[in-house]
């Protein structure tokens, strides 16, 4: 069974805080997407990878960074945790020959205080 | 730019019955519709999509969604509802050439028994 593993379901961080989200995908997906999803705002993308060390800015970018070192993993950095940030992360990946269709990850839920 | 509209927070429906979850778009070109869907505390699931050919698509767990052009929509329906198919419904364009998504604010779907 395909799959999209989020490290962490859960995480409460200080204001300042470094934090590390991290995705692992065991489909040899070439495409990794990071979303955030926020009640009545959907989901909004924050950064996308088509391939090892590529990325790509999605909608809301500012105050995050991602890293591609190796196909399967994709991960969130947030360099410096603020409240607005407090929010479901949401992981997901897809193969370019099947557009569209996302694998989801079971999210990370981030509240930082 | 592309953008979703999804024009409920908030669909009821008893048991049985017929449900339609709405969805309008916004895409330069040709559309790619997606319907996603989000159980309690669980990542998204992919339910079906449009991508080219006969209107009406089918899906996963019996739904099934129709696509009309002239009215920029994607409804989604399911002939008879069960209360198993409460969730969280999304829908989703992409235009063209994107790799990336742009989901709708989500529809709160409440089958009641």
């Known amino acids: 069974d395909v799959k999209v593993t989020q490290s962490s379901r859960y995480l409460v961080k200080r204001t300042g805080e470094k934090v590390f989200l991290e995705c692992v995908q065991d489909?040899?997906?070439?495409?990794m997407f990071w979303y955030r999803q926020d009640p009545g705002l959907g989901l909004r993308l924050i950064y996308f990878s088509y391939d090892v060390k590529m990325k790509e800015k999605g909608d809301i970018p500012e105050g995050y960074s991602v890293s591609r070192e190796k196909k399967e993993r994709f991960s969130l950095i947030l360099e410096s945790a603020s409240t607005n940030q407090t929010s479901m992360y949401l992981c997901?990946?897809?193969?370019?020959?099947?557009?569209?269709?996302?694998?989801f990850g079971e999210g990370s839920r981030l509240t930082v205080l | 730019a592309q953008s979703v509209a999804q024009p409920e927070d908030q669909v009821n429906v008893a048991e049985g019955n017929p449900l339609t979850v709405k969805c309008t778009y916004s895409?330069?070109?040709?559309?790619?519709l997606f319907w996603y869907v989000q159980y309690p505390n669980r990542g998204l699931q992919f339910l079906l999509k449009?991508?080219?050919?006969?209107?009406l698509v089918k899906g996963s767990y019996g739904f099934e969604a129709e696509f009309n052009k002239s009215q920029t929509s994607f409804h989604l329906k399911k002939p008879s509802a069960l209360v198993s198919d409460s969730a969280l419904y999304f829908c989703a364009s992409k235009g063209g050439s994107a790799r990336q998504l742009t989901f709708g604010s989500g529809t709160q779907l409440t089958v009641l028994p």
């Open positions: 997901a990946s897809s193969s370019p020959t099947r557009a569209g269709e996302l694998f």
């Open positions: 895409v330069s070109g040709n559309p790619y």
């Open positions: 449009y991508i080219t050919g006969d209107n």
């Open positions: 489909m040899d997906h070439e495409n």
